[in-house]
C-alpha cells in the first residue's frame, strides 16, 4: 500500500475541518514533517485551495487556518517549484536581503504584523501569468509585502520612470528617498 505524503495528509485534514480553524501544531502533528506552514501555501497558491491564515481575515491568529469552501476539482495552473539555490541567492545578493517594496531587512519588526520579518523569492510577473524564474523576474519581498503583491503589481518600474518619480516630489521626500538609499547602501 502507498504511503501518503506530507501534502496529501494535510489535504485531507483540511477537507475533513471544512470551515473549522486548524492550528500549525496540529497540521504538523498529522503531516510528521516541521516545514507545513510551506506545504500550506503550496496547497493555496499553486492548488487554488481557499484556506485562509491570519494575514486574510483577523479572526484567525499567526498560526491558525481555515479551509473556506471546497477546493476546486483541477489546479488552473501547473507550476514548478524548481528554483535553483544559486538563483536564489544570486537574487538575495543583488537585492541586499531587504524588501524591493517597503525596504525592510530580515530581523526587523515589521511595523504592520509586528512580527520579525522574513524574506522570500517573489516574481515580478507571476507564474499564473506567464513570468519565468529568470533572475530579472525575481525579487525579494517581506512577508507582507508578498501576500498582498500576489498577482496584482506591476512590472518593475524603469530608471528612467522611477527618477522622474524622485523628481516630481517635493524636497522632504527626496531627502527621505536620499536617507533611505544612503541607509541601504551604507554610504
Known amino acids: 500500500m502507498r504511503k501518503l505524503s506530507a501534502k496529501s495528509k494535510i489535504k485531507t485534514y483540511f477537507l475533513e475541518h471544512l470551515g473549522e ?105 507571476d507564474k499564473s501569468l506567464g513570468g519565468k524564474d529568470e533572475i530579472s523576474n525575481l525579487r525579494e519581498l517581506c512577508s507582507t509585502c508578498n501576500q498582498g503583491a500576489k498577482n496584482i503589481t506591476a512590472e518593475k518600474p524603469s530608471k528612467i520612470w522611477l527618477l522622474s518619480q524622485v523628481r516630481r516630489a517635493g524636497q522632504d521626500e527626496q531627502r527621505a528617498v536620499y536617507e533611505w538609499l544612503r541607509g541601504k547602501f551604507g554610504e
Request: aromatic share 4%; charged share 30%.
Open 21 to 125: 480553524v486548524v492550528t500549525i501544531h496540529k497540521i504538523q502533528e498529522i503531516s510528521g514533517i516541521f516545514d507545513s506552514p510551506r506545504r500550506v501555501r503550496e496547497i493555496r497558491q499553486e492548488e487554488g485551495w481557499a484556506i485562509l491564515s491570519d494575514k486574510d481575515t483577523t479572526t484567525l491568529k499567526p498560526g491558525q487556518y481555515m479551509l473556506k469552501e471546497l477546493p476546486p476539482v483541477a489546479p488552473d495552473v501547473k507550476f514548478s517549484r524548481k528554483m535553483s539555490a544559486k538563483l536564489k541567492a544570486v537574487v538575495l545578493d543583488r537585492n541586499g536581503h531587504t524588501c524591493q517594496m517597503c525596504g525592510l531587512t530580515p530581523g526587523q519588526t515589521d511595523p504592520d504584523t509586528g512580527r520579525k520579518v522574513l524574506l522570500h523569492i517573489a516574481h515580478i510577473k
